[in-house]
């Protein structure tokens, strides 16, 4: 019983001083980190567990974490719960620290995840936002939430990539494009030397930088022309909607204005058809020289009777043609008196051959045309 409690006492004492490390307590001397780090890796059961499983990958683990605490004594080893983007949780070894840039710019909090492969798969990089300089809204390999996606980061190949040579390349790499917005820090990719000066990997990253900006400033330009056209459509929809309503008014006005012409049409014929009735000229003109067959009498006594009825009417005018040229001067007396004799003689004698044609009557018809 004795030998049990003094193992369950050394085993609580165990617990809580991985706790403690935990916490994120600054690890002192590398002897420190050492033995933390040796540690942590050896523990293959219990909740503090770490997800690494094969030996050789524990000693490159072990060897890249060294490697980076002598070279960047900045950063400091813990471990912790990782959670996967599908949900998966893992407990991963990671380094914490600030990379100083410069004097003239804030440091930036970094924390480095091993991934449970690892160094087969690369490390999870964050930089970690703070309220007092946040994260720039378009930088190139920072994204808002901290995720960082270096080209090293993606063409990472085991084993000419580790931890020490991620940490060079991303100070280089913000020191060109430091993530964090403030006045003494600048938001576009500053030039490199001289391209025959420059490595492969310092061309990339200029590049994949240039490009996310170029692309950046290129979206930009196209949602504000998308905006536009956007803006161009609603007055163009309005322009069509109006131009539809003339449309439609100068359709509905032709067919009023059809309708008219119809009318006046009909009126048109109507009128030509009256005219073609009625007009004299166009009936003389179809007539000509037969006007005087307009009325066919029934007989030869008949047309003796016309002939009669014509000749009296011509002596009467005759007789007021003369009244009138007596009242002007133009006929003397004498050859008034004469004349009417005669035309009085041949009246007498058409009267006289009316009587015998068709008896007194036709007297009396005579005296009251006269009397108009």
């Known amino acids: 019983m004795v030998f049990f409690f003094f193992f369950f006492f050394f085993f609580l004492l165990a617990i809580c001083q991985l706790s403690i490390l935990i916490k994120n307590q600054p ?24 997800s690494y499983t094969d030996p050789n990958q524990k000693w490159l683990i072990r060897k890249h974490l060294l490697s980076l605490l002598q070279e960047y004594p900045a950063f400091s080893p813990s471990f912790g719960t990782f959670t996967h983007n599908d949900g998966t949780a893992v407990n991963l070894f990671y380094a914490s620290g600030e990379l100083h840039i410069s004097n003239g710019r804030p440091p930036i909090p970094l924390i480095i995840w091993l991934h449970e492969n690892y160094p087969f798969m690369p490390p999870m990089v964050f930089v970690s936002p703070n309220s007092t300089y946040p994260i720039h809204p378009r930088h190139p390999f920072v994204d ?38 403030s006045s003494s820090s600048s938001s576009s990719v500053r ?19 240039s490009l996310h900006y170029d692309i950046g400033a290129l979206t930009a330009k196209t949602m504000e022309e998308i905006e536009r056209l956007s803006k161009f459509k609603v007055e163009m929809v309005k322009r069509v909607d109006s131009t539809r309503r003339i449309i439609d008014g100068l359709d509905h006005e032709k067919l009023i204005l059809k309708g008219r012409v119809s009318e006046l049409v009909e009126e048109a014929d109507m009128v030509l058809n009256w005219l073609k009735v009625n007009d004299r000229e166009i009936w003389v003109a179809k007539i000509g020289d037969e006007i005087e067959n307009a009325f066919e009498a029934v007989g030869d006594d008949s047309n003796e009777v016309l002939d009669c009825l014509a000749a009296d009417k011509a002596i009467e005018d005759s007789i007021y043609a003369l009244d009138k040229a007596v009242e002007q001067g133009v006929v003397s007396s004498s050859d008034y008196i004469r004349q009417v004799r005669v035309l009085a003689r041949e009246q007498f004698k058409n009267n006289a051959t009316l009587l015998k044609l068709r008896g007194p009557t036709m007297l009396h018809c005579l005296d009251d045309s006269k009397l108009f």
């Open 191 to 209: 030039g490199f030397s001289h391209p025959s000066l420059a490595s492969k990997r310092e061309a990339l990253d200029h590049l994949v930088g």
């Open 144 to 181: 808002p939430c901290g995720a960082t996606a270096s080209p090293y980061l993606q063409t990472w190949i085991h084993p000419g990539c580790n931890l020490s040579k991620l940490v060079h390349n991303l100070i280089r790499l913000f020191s060109q494009d430091h993530p964090f917005l």
């Open 27 to 50: 690890l002192m001397g590398s002897s420190t980190s050492v033995q933390f780090v040796e540690t942590a890796l050896s523990r293959t059961t219990g909740p503090f567990a770490l």
